[in-house]
């Protein structure tokens, strides 16, 4: 037979000591051996089997169960661990939010509870073309805090294809007079996409650095500043 010691929960010294009396049949309590057992606690090993989270371009897109799982050393038979995460390094294209109705609430925390209730997304701004970022978490469970951090990766779902590699700008310069302006129109920026296919539609543009004497806007239902790329 095996004796299984179970730790609550509750943080517990270094080094404990249990008290058990050792008998055998037919021996009177009174001839028992009084043994003491040293223990030593050991925190358990928190990790992270989750790799990479699939989120949409400009969109809230709710995080599934399945998008992060997480184990202990200690406990491989509970199906889902309760864990806390927190967020150590922040992505670039967006951020993670909590549903407290009516709106989505930034947070640098979550658990694995409200992720099972729908309540984490993660909100893409919509300002970038890149299909790849990361958030980088650490892990708590019960009274056990890691201090080791997981670099998740995020799959940015495009509604285009990026063709960066096989863009160019046939003209790269726009005339203006100081203190004046100049509307953008086709001929202003034309690009060309290799290789030439009739499947080509339309370009998006994406700003990767504002000018700096100056300022670019746009005319949708009033003129407005452009604030990043998009």
Excluded at 75 to 87: G, S, W
Aim: charged share 15%; proline share 7%; glycine share 6%.
């Amino acid at each position: 037979d095996r004796v299984l010691f179970v730790q609550h929960g509750q943080t517990p010294p270094l080094m404990f000591a249990i008290n058990i009396t050792v008998s055998n049949p037919g021996v009177s309590a009174g001839d028992a051996v009084p043994v003491q057992i040293k223990v030593e606690a050991t925190a358990p090993v928190l990790s992270l089997k989750s790799k990479s989270i699939d989120v949409n371009f400009n969109e809230t897109t709710i995080l599934r169960p399945s998008d992060l799982v997480a184990s202990t050393s200690f406990d491989h038979q509970r199906p889902r661990l309760k864990v806390r995460y927190f967020i150590a390094k922040l992505p670039s294209t967006g951020h993670f939010a909590i549903n407290t109705p009516p709106a989505w609430i930034s947070t640098l925390n979550f658990s694995t509870a409200t992720i099972d209730h729908g309540r984490i997304a993660f909100i893409h701004h919509g300002q970038s073309a890149q299909s790849r970022d990361s958030v980088v978490l650490r892990l708590a469970s019960g009274t056990y805090e890691s201090e080791m951090q997981h670099t998740v990766l995020l799959n940015i779902q495009l509604p285009f294809e990026t063709v960066s590699t096989t863009l160019s700008t046939k003209k790269n310069s726009l005339d203006v007079n100081e203190g004046g302006n100049v509307h953008l129109k086709k001929d202003s920026m034309v690009v060309q996409i290799l290789p030439s296919s009739p499947e080509n539609g339309d370009v998006a543009y994406f700003i990767e650095e504002l000018p700096h004497h100056g300022k670019l806007l746009i005319n949708s239902s009033g003129v407005r500043p452009v604030q990043g790329s998009g």
